[in-house]
């Protein structure tokens, strides 16, 4: 098609804002989707998306709209993850737009992920177009919402369309603000071979699925193409466009937006941000903007049924198949015996893929305690990364630590700043700057190491500002810190899974929440069980889980049998999701008591 009459955007918001709700408001309005078909918001397809209610996978959608000019427009909405977690693949999906819709919510204002993905916009050279949504609400403000949207994100917010996704009030506005506002792509068509890989996976029946906006050139069925990055080398099997309904097509040409499969077999060979070209008549360089993604967050990972080890392994490779920017290999832990160290882009994604392998795969898993990878030059000028605390080198070796540091920025109400500064104290947090970016919101900004933030920084956030605070961050660089390795012993012998890495000074403290917390979770046994907290051979914090005197079903002494029985699988089932380590049954709970130490 003529590029004049593509449009190619995206829709940005701060999570619940109403981007999925719009985006199937406007598939409707230009009859891509009939509202039978609406009953379920069809962007968000797997089901843990629309339980949770956010979108994980970026995808793409054609329409084509019949402006009021009464000339007809490809329209190509391109969906964008909205968590921070995922912010490398938002920012690809961008890299293949001209334009943006910037959703705000009228009722909430600006929060945090707005600003983030409309900074993202902005320094992809995007047009923005702002949109006021939920005005049927009573406590929509439009003009406080406009003000918002001038002050903090620093965009004339005169244009902005009022809308209700819910009821469709004004929305086919926004599709004419589309056509007239955003440019149109400006690529050509009889270069080389240039398009952006924003977004791939993996399909059960055809394989891997890559989605593309072809920047130059053309892109064929049948053509052999090479990724840049890798230089591997593939055939075009089939192509087309999401309607949202595959639709096979033969050829996409600069401008356009679509999906094709090719004789590609794993889905980590196309990776977000590489560039496509012909091999025949490549073209001279990749497009900008290529990283490869690195895991930020670590955990291990086991299954409560040392039987089901091989499960996991299996469940695993098949979940790695569609999603690369998760990795793992093998570990083993004196403790839970045979299991995978896992990295992850952050915190929401290890809770995806914990849930999906608990609930696709049916298997009872421990997780040890998130944390990062931190550089250790050692006293012989040697260097390590370390992500694993059992892998954590003596401390008579260590020459200096480097933790990873994040630049957070937090916008929340006047009222919550006081306890926000002080959780961000705590968290070791310096703060880079201060603003009030309306006559009640502030913008904190802070660097904070992203160890603090794996623990329970979004809980704790949310607690001392009742929710009125979001948090965006990125990462920023290292500090050297005096970190340390916390050993936990139970009856007297360390328990590699429960280990973790914390900064000394905090150490004390610490340890001594965490053994009362430990305290409280297992279960007294039949015998008294000292529960410690060590750095190296020093006792730092112990408590101590007294022994039970009685047996439990003494006390359904001429009780009736069924009751008895009631108890006895009460207990099983409390036994199945406990571990047994040593002489000791620790429930699955006490592994992540860590996360809970900050914790009034
Ligand atoms: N009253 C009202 N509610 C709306 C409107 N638009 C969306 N909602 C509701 O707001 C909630 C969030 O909407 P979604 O469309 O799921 O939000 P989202 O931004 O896509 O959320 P993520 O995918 O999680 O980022 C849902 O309960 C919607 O029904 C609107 O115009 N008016």
Redesign the pocket.
Known sequence: MDPSHIRNFAII????????????RLLELTGSLTSREMQA?V??AMDL?RE????IKAHTVRMVYKAKDGETYQLNLIDT???VDFSYEVSRSLASCEGALL?V?ASQGVEAQTLANAYLAISNGLEIIPII?????PSADIDRTKEMIEKSVGLPADDAIP?????G?NVEEILEAVVHLLPHPKGDADAPLQALIFDSWFDAYRGVIVLARVINGRMRKGQRIKLMSNNRIFDIESMGVMTPKPVELNELSAGEVGFFVATIKNVADTKVGDTITDVDRPCSEALPGFEDIKSMVFAGLYTVDSHEHSLLRDALEKLRLNDSSFNFEPESSVALGFGFRCGFLGLLHLEIIQERLEREYNLDLITTAPGVRYKITLTDGSMVEVDNPSRWPDPSEIEQIEEPVITAKILTNEEYVGGILKLVEDKRGRQQNFEYVSETRVMLTYELPLNEIVLDFYDRLKSVSRGYASLDYHLAGAWVSPMVKMDILIGGDPVDALSLIVHRDSAYERGKVLVEKMRELIPRQMFEVAIQAAIGSKIIARSTVTAIRKNVIAKCYGGDISRKRKLLDKQKEGKKRMKRIGKVDIPQEAFLAVLKVGEE
């Not at 918001?13 to 199937?24: C, M, V």
């Not at 949504?133 to 609400?137: A, P, S, Y």
């Not at 809308?163 to 009821?167: G, I, M, N, P, Q």
């Open positions: 918001a701060h999570i619940d804002h109403g981007k999925s709700t719009l985006s199937d918001q962007l968000d998306e949770r209610g956010i979108t993850p909205g968590h959703v919510d949504n939920k005005i049927d609400l809308v209700s996704a819910k009821t009030q």
